[in-house]
Nanobody, 129 residues
Framework: QVQLEESGGGLVQAGGSLRLSCAAS????????MGWFRQAPGKEREPVAA???????????IYADSVKGRFTISRDNTNNMVYLQMNSLKPEDTAVYYC???????????????????WGQGTQVTVSS
């Protein structure tokens, strides 16, 4: 059974940084695209970033326009971890952040929510102005 557990959320002032972590278990981690999504109160869930498995080419990444240049997704296949480094945080980044696993192994890089089928419980990120 796939389990994803996020951590690292909290309260931070605008302009600050946070690093989210996601521990994965119950899957051949290195075979799956992993992603981060977020959901703000009263809004639909939206994609943040996704990353392919590390290969001899290195990892490929994709970001939502709203976080490009500020957020960085990375992964550690040895320890089954995926991270989201968030810099220059803005109040509009306030949301519950979820880690997610792609629906199929070796899938193309995607930010489509329907391409992911396992989600963690989420971690709250609050950015004060």
């Amino acid at each position: 059974q796939v389990q994803l557990e996020e951590s690292g959320g909290g309260l931070v002032q605008a302009g600050g940084s946070l690093r989210l972590s996601c521990a994965a278990s119950g899957l051949p981690f290195s075979s799956y695209v992993m992603g981060w999504f977020r959901q703000a109160p009263g809004k639909e869930r939206e994609p943040v970033a996704a990353i392919t498995s590390i290969s001899w080419r290195g990892s490929s990444r994709i970001y939502a326009d709203s976080v490009k240049g500020r957020f960085t997704i990375s992964r550690d296949n040895t320890n089954n971890m995926v991270y989201l480094q968030m810099n220059s945080l803005k109040p509009e980044d306030t949301a519950v952040y979820y880690c997610a696993k792609a629906r199929t192994r070796h899938s193309p890089l995607s930010l489509g929510g329907s391409d992911f089928d396992s989600w963690g419980q989420g971690t709250q990120v609050t950015v004060s102005s």
